[in-house]
Protein backbone atom coordinates (compact mmCIF):
# COMPACT_ATOMS: atom_id res chain seq x y z
CA UNK A 1 0.00 0.00 0.00
CA UNK A 2 2.91 2.62 0.76
CA UNK A 3 4.58 2.11 -2.95
CA UNK A 4 1.28 2.64 -4.25
CA UNK A 5 1.05 5.89 -2.33
CA UNK A 6 4.24 7.00 -3.45
CA UNK A 7 3.63 6.00 -6.83
CA UNK A 8 0.47 8.41 -6.77
CA UNK A 9 2.70 11.22 -5.20
CA UNK A 10 5.01 11.04 -8.30
CA UNK A 11 2.14 10.67 -10.67
CA UNK A 12 0.53 13.61 -9.21
CA UNK A 13 3.53 15.78 -9.38
CA UNK A 14 4.35 15.31 -12.51
CA UNK A 15 1.01 16.21 -13.91
CA UNK A 16 3.11 19.10 -15.27
CA UNK A 17 3.99 19.03 -18.76
CA UNK A 18 6.39 21.61 -20.83
CA UNK A 19 5.77 24.89 -23.20
CA UNK A 20 7.85 26.40 -21.32
CA UNK A 21 6.60 30.13 -20.69
CA UNK A 22 7.26 30.15 -16.74
CA UNK A 23 5.66 31.90 -14.14
CA UNK A 24 6.65 35.31 -12.59
CA UNK A 25 8.63 34.98 -8.97
CA UNK A 26 5.73 36.92 -7.54
CA UNK A 27 2.79 34.81 -9.18
CA UNK A 28 4.51 31.52 -8.22
CA UNK A 29 2.48 30.71 -5.25
CA UNK A 30 -0.71 32.06 -6.32
CA UNK A 31 -0.67 30.62 -10.04
CA UNK A 32 0.65 27.12 -9.01
CA UNK A 33 -2.21 27.20 -6.59
CA UNK A 34 -4.79 27.97 -9.02
CA UNK A 35 -3.16 24.94 -11.37
CA UNK A 36 -3.56 22.70 -8.82
CA UNK A 37 -6.70 23.41 -7.74
CA UNK A 38 -7.96 23.01 -11.21
CA UNK A 39 -6.48 19.81 -11.58
CA UNK A 40 -7.79 18.39 -9.02
CA UNK A 41 -11.57 19.59 -10.41
CA UNK A 42 -10.65 17.51 -12.80
CA UNK A 43 -9.59 14.31 -11.12
CA UNK A 44 -12.95 14.51 -9.28
CA UNK A 45 -14.83 14.42 -12.39
CA UNK A 46 -16.66 11.31 -12.60
CA UNK A 47 -18.19 11.82 -16.06
CA UNK A 48 -14.72 11.88 -18.10
CA UNK A 49 -12.60 8.95 -19.00
CA UNK A 50 -8.50 8.75 -17.89
CA UNK A 51 -7.49 9.89 -21.29
CA UNK A 52 -10.25 12.88 -21.13
CA UNK A 53 -8.68 13.78 -17.76
CA UNK A 54 -5.12 13.44 -18.90
CA UNK A 55 -5.49 15.54 -21.92
CA UNK A 56 -7.17 18.31 -19.79
CA UNK A 57 -4.26 18.27 -17.16
CA UNK A 58 -1.55 18.57 -19.55
CA UNK A 59 -3.23 21.27 -21.60
CA UNK A 60 -3.75 23.41 -18.01
CA UNK A 61 -0.07 22.46 -16.71
CA UNK A 62 1.62 22.82 -20.19
CA UNK A 63 3.86 25.53 -19.09
CA UNK A 64 5.94 24.93 -16.03
CA UNK A 65 8.39 22.18 -16.39
CA UNK A 66 11.32 22.56 -18.47
CA UNK A 67 11.53 19.39 -19.69
CA UNK A 68 15.30 20.35 -21.17
CA UNK A 69 16.88 20.91 -17.96
CA UNK A 70 15.33 17.53 -16.24
CA UNK A 71 16.53 15.55 -18.69
CA UNK A 72 20.32 16.98 -18.98
CA UNK A 73 19.90 16.43 -15.03
CA UNK A 74 18.66 12.95 -15.27
CA UNK A 75 21.29 12.04 -17.56
CA UNK A 76 24.42 13.91 -15.94
CA UNK A 77 27.24 13.23 -17.42
CA UNK A 78 25.98 11.46 -20.30
CA UNK A 79 24.12 14.53 -21.48
CA UNK A 80 27.44 16.58 -22.68
CA UNK A 81 28.39 14.30 -25.32
CA UNK A 82 24.92 13.85 -27.23
CA UNK A 83 24.35 15.66 -30.63
CA UNK A 84 21.48 17.94 -30.46
CA UNK A 85 19.28 15.42 -32.04
CA UNK A 86 19.72 12.98 -29.73
CA UNK A 87 19.32 15.33 -26.95
CA UNK A 88 15.89 15.82 -28.62
CA UNK A 89 14.86 12.53 -28.95
CA UNK A 90 15.73 11.59 -25.34
CA UNK A 91 14.24 14.56 -23.94
CA UNK A 92 10.80 13.83 -25.97
CA UNK A 93 10.71 10.25 -25.20
CA UNK A 94 11.57 11.42 -21.13
CA UNK A 95 8.15 13.23 -21.28
CA UNK A 96 6.35 10.66 -22.73
CA UNK A 97 7.67 7.89 -20.04
CA UNK A 98 6.44 10.40 -17.51
CA UNK A 99 2.69 11.68 -19.11
CA UNK A 100 2.41 7.62 -19.73
CA UNK A 101 3.17 6.93 -16.19
CA UNK A 102 0.77 9.55 -15.09
CA UNK A 103 -2.04 8.13 -17.18
CA UNK A 104 -1.40 4.55 -16.20
CA UNK A 105 -1.86 5.65 -11.79
CA UNK A 106 -4.68 8.17 -12.48
CA UNK A 107 -6.65 5.96 -11.15
CA UNK A 108 -4.99 6.01 -7.74
CA UNK A 109 -6.88 9.65 -7.11
CA UNK A 110 -9.01 9.20 -4.21
CA UNK A 111 -10.15 12.77 -3.39
CA UNK A 112 -6.48 13.66 -1.76
CA UNK A 113 -5.77 17.59 -1.32
CA UNK A 114 -2.64 19.78 -1.97
CA UNK A 115 -1.90 22.62 0.36
CA UNK A 116 0.68 24.74 -0.76
CA UNK A 117 2.56 25.96 2.43
CA UNK A 118 5.98 27.74 1.88
CA UNK A 119 7.91 29.73 -0.96
CA UNK A 120 11.26 30.53 -0.19
CA UNK A 121 13.96 31.93 -2.28
CA UNK A 122 17.38 29.34 -2.22
CA UNK A 123 19.32 32.19 -4.11
CA UNK A 124 18.80 34.80 -6.95
CA UNK A 125 18.47 31.63 -9.03
CA UNK A 126 16.70 29.38 -6.92
CA UNK A 127 13.30 28.75 -5.21
CA UNK A 128 11.61 26.17 -3.66
CA UNK A 129 7.96 25.50 -3.31
CA UNK A 130 6.73 23.45 -0.23
CA UNK A 131 3.55 21.68 -0.59
CA UNK A 132 1.71 18.85 0.94
CA UNK A 133 -0.81 16.09 -0.36
CA UNK A 134 -3.39 15.51 2.27
CA UNK A 135 -5.32 12.46 2.34
CA UNK A 136 -7.54 11.01 5.14
CA UNK A 137 -5.12 9.01 7.23
CA UNK A 138 -1.54 10.53 5.67
CA UNK A 139 0.12 13.54 4.84
CA UNK A 140 3.02 13.45 2.42
CA UNK A 141 5.37 16.76 1.55
CA UNK A 142 6.06 17.76 -2.12
CA UNK A 143 8.37 20.16 -2.75
CA UNK A 144 8.90 21.84 -6.38
CA UNK A 145 12.24 23.54 -7.27
CA UNK A 146 12.11 26.30 -9.92
CA UNK A 147 15.39 27.68 -11.32
CA UNK A 148 14.92 31.37 -13.05
CA UNK A 149 15.73 31.24 -17.09
CA UNK A 150 16.76 33.99 -19.61
CA UNK A 151 13.76 35.51 -19.81
CA UNK A 152 13.45 36.08 -15.89
CA UNK A 153 10.50 33.54 -14.99
CA UNK A 154 10.47 30.90 -13.38
CA UNK A 155 10.30 26.80 -14.14
CA UNK A 156 10.09 23.70 -12.51
CA UNK A 157 13.48 21.80 -12.87
CA UNK A 158 12.69 19.16 -10.43
CA UNK A 159 10.41 17.50 -7.58
CA UNK A 160 11.61 16.37 -4.48
CA UNK A 161 8.89 13.31 -2.72
CA UNK A 162 9.13 13.25 0.99
CA UNK A 163 12.37 13.94 0.72
CA UNK A 164 13.88 12.44 -2.38
CA UNK A 165 14.63 13.86 -5.39
CA UNK A 166 12.90 12.69 -8.63
CA UNK A 167 15.35 13.54 -11.51
CA UNK A 168 18.39 12.34 -9.20
CA UNK A 169 16.00 9.15 -8.75
CA UNK A 170 16.19 8.97 -13.02
CA UNK A 171 19.70 9.60 -12.66
CA UNK A 172 21.01 7.34 -10.93
CA UNK A 173 18.49 4.32 -12.96
CA UNK A 174 20.09 6.00 -16.52
CA UNK A 175 23.42 5.93 -15.22
CA UNK A 176 23.48 2.59 -14.30
CA UNK A 177 21.89 1.27 -17.40
CA UNK A 178 24.47 2.96 -19.57
CA UNK A 179 27.13 1.39 -17.99
CA UNK A 180 26.06 -1.63 -19.57
CA UNK A 181 24.44 -0.28 -22.38
CA UNK A 182 24.38 2.27 -25.12
CA UNK A 183 22.50 5.69 -25.50
CA UNK A 184 20.69 4.00 -28.42
CA UNK A 185 19.56 1.25 -26.17
CA UNK A 186 18.49 3.48 -24.42
CA UNK A 187 16.46 5.34 -26.44
CA UNK A 188 15.00 2.32 -27.61
CA UNK A 189 13.99 0.97 -24.49
CA UNK A 190 12.08 4.24 -22.94
CA UNK A 191 10.66 4.22 -26.71
CA UNK A 192 9.41 0.70 -26.22
CA UNK A 193 7.80 1.92 -22.51
CA UNK A 194 5.80 4.22 -23.77
CA UNK A 195 4.13 1.96 -26.16
Same mark, same amino acid.
Given at each position: ??? =?? +????? +?????? +??? &??????? *???? @???????????????? /??????? @?????????????????????????????????? *???? *???? &?? &???????????? @? $??????????????? =????? @?????? /? /???????????????????? /? +????????????????????? $????????????????
Amino acid at each position: MYI =RK +VLFLL +VLSFVF +VSN &LYGIEES *KIKD @TMQEKIDTVIEILQQK /DKSKIEK @TDKIFSIMDEVFDYTVMSQIALGKDWASLSSDEK *KKFT *KLFE &LK &LKNSYIDKLDLY @T $NQKIEINNLEKINPK =RIKLL @TYLIGK /D /DKYEIEYKFYQNSNADWLIY /D +VNIIGVSIMQTYRQQFSGYLK $NNSFKELLASLDGSNK
